[in-house]
């Protein structure tokens, strides 16, 4: 039975994952603003370096994995692109960072990160905010979230998202993540009916805007099947499984860009890819080192 981390555990799908964890006889340190083993506001960086220290302390230092799944809706609010850029980005990456030598130590620790299918479904999202966070710039993606009034959090959220995917793929693949073993994945949900959709819904021009948004299955989807797919990604079947971005959204994805990915390399692509060739060379060599 292993340790896991596991942020949002309070509400919606964070919570939905706790109890498949404790029920399968896992022990799980959760993380949240309330209701949590260790309480703690992710908008801060003071929170967030409280919330890595408590749970590595919690865990005796050895993590066998973490489920982030805190996170923000797209509400309007005139801070609240902020609110979102540090929980749903910040909040993921500084503590993957702290967290991530004692999920070394566990030897085959599995990361899930939630991510939203609002990365491909979200039009004309500023590629500039998704550069300026991953680049830890969070004023300037901001300045420009500013200057899109009453979108910035509609672009905030989907920002935060292609933000914290690109992040796990850059990651996954490296020296300190795959390299010592820890598989980093991202769950991409649709609309999943957990209080943070509700909360959308209970206003009604949102939710005749979320009811006619294409989901080509119909409906909305459920956080325990959501949990389920989270607990198969941390489960020994998910040993392969490693730079991934899971969609779980009905189909709404595939509806607005079937033929968009996968996409072979194009040719002017070509040299790129030679260099990565010559590149995983080191990148074996170091991992046989160890
Ligand atoms: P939820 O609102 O039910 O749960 C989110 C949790 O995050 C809550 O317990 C909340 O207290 C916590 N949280 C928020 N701000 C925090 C802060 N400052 N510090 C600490 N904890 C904080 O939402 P959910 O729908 O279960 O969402 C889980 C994840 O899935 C989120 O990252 C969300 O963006 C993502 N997601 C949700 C949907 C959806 O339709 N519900 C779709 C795609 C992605």
Aim: net charge positive; hydrophobic share 45%; with cysteine.
């Amino acid at each position: 039975m292993g340790t896991y981390a596991v942020t949002g555990s309070a509400s919606g799908m964070g919570a939905a994952v706790v109890e498949r964890l404790v029920a399968d006889g896992h022990r799980v340190i959760g993380v949240d603003i309330k209701g949590a083993d260790v309480t703690a506001d992710l908008s801060t960086a003071h929170g967030r370096r409280e919330a890595a220290a408590a749970v590595l302390e919690l865990a005796g230092g050895v993590l066998d994995g973490a489920v982030l799944a805190a996170g923000l809706g797209p509400a309007p609010g005139k801070d609240r692109p902020r609110l979102i850029v540090e929980v749903n980005y910040r909040g993921v990456v500084e503590l993957l960072d702290a967290w991530r030598p004692a999920l070394a130590r566990a030897e085959r620790a599995k990361v899930v990160v939630f991510s939203s299918n609002s990365t491909t479904t979200v039009p004309a999202v500023p590629r500039g905010v998704v550069r300026s966070l991953l680049a830890d710039d969070t004023e300037k993606a901001l300045r420009t979230l500013r200057r899109l009034g009453r979108l910035g959090p509609t672009f905030a959220y989907a920002a935060s998202k292609v933000a914290v995917s690109h992040w796990v793929r850059r990651n996954a693949v490296t020296l300190d993540w795959a390299g010592a073993g820890i598989r980093l994945n991202a769950l991409a949900p649709g609309a999943i009916l957990t209080p943070l959709l509700e909360q959308q819904l209970s206003t009604p021009a949102e939710a005749k805007r979320i009811r006619a948004f294409p989901v080509p299955i119909g409906g909305f989807g459920d956080p325990a099947h959501l949990a389920a797919w989270v607990v198969f990604m941390l489960s020994d079947a998910a040993d392969f499984l490693c730079g991934s971005v899971v969609f779980v959204d009905g189909g709404s994805d595939a509806w607005f860009r079937a033929t968009d990915w996968p996409r072979p390399v194009p040719a002017r692509r070509v040299p790129g890819y030679v260099r990565r060739m010559a590149q995983f060379r080191s990148y074996k060599k170091a991992v046989r080192k160890g």
